[in-house]
Each structure stands twice: as C-alpha cells, then as structure tokens.
C-alpha cells in the first residue's frame, strides 16, 4: 500500500517557539506541527536541551530527524499537519497532485 508521502517530500523543516516544528512539502503543503505531545516521553525526552530540538532536519530517509537516534514518521507529521483524517489517506481517498 503507498501513502500519500509515498510522492510528496518534506523540503524544508525548522524549529519553532515551543516543541513546534515549520514544515513545507513538495506538494505546496506547509505549517508548523506541534509536537508538545511527543516530548518528555522516551527519546523525545532529548527535546529538553533546546539545541537537541533545534538540530531538526529532514533526513536521509525523508523522515524528520533529530541526530542519529530521533526521527518522527513523515506520515504522521502530514497527517498532523493538513487534518486529513487517517482512514480517508490510508484509503487513498485523498489524491496529492505533485504536480501543485
């Protein structure tokens, strides 16, 4: 089964105020992600040094990366970021034009 960010790639990725990331994606799709959520809990505990969540970056394999032993799952971070409920993207419902 492919996903939406099977053709979509983050292109650009920032720390914001807060445990807010800015993301834009090939796609045209862009804004900041909360991840208050995520932090304190297990590896994302890291994110209380401030230079640990600043060093965020898109990584090798498109998922967003913190260092070598934090990522976050690209699907979830547009997921979280358009509000495109889960069972509608998984179904392919949603169509991403690439081309936008």
């Known amino acids: 089964m492919s996903s939406a960010t099977d053709l979509v790639r983050p292109v650009e990725v920032r720390a914001c105020d807060g445990c807010r990331i800015w993301l834009r994606f090939s796609d045209g799709v862009k804004g900041e992600v ?18 640990v969540f600043e ?34 993207y998984l179904s392919g419902a949603h169509a991403v034009d690439v081309n936008a």
């Open 34 to 51: 909360d991840l208050s959520d995520l932090a304190g809990r297990g590896v994302f505990a890291a994110w209380s040094d401030r230079s």
């Open 55 to 88: 060093s965020v970056r898109i990584g090798d394999a498109r998922a967003i990366c913190w260092g070598d032993d934090i990522d976050v799952c690209l699907d979830a971070l547009y997921l979280r970021l358009t509000g495109i409920p889960a069972h509608e």
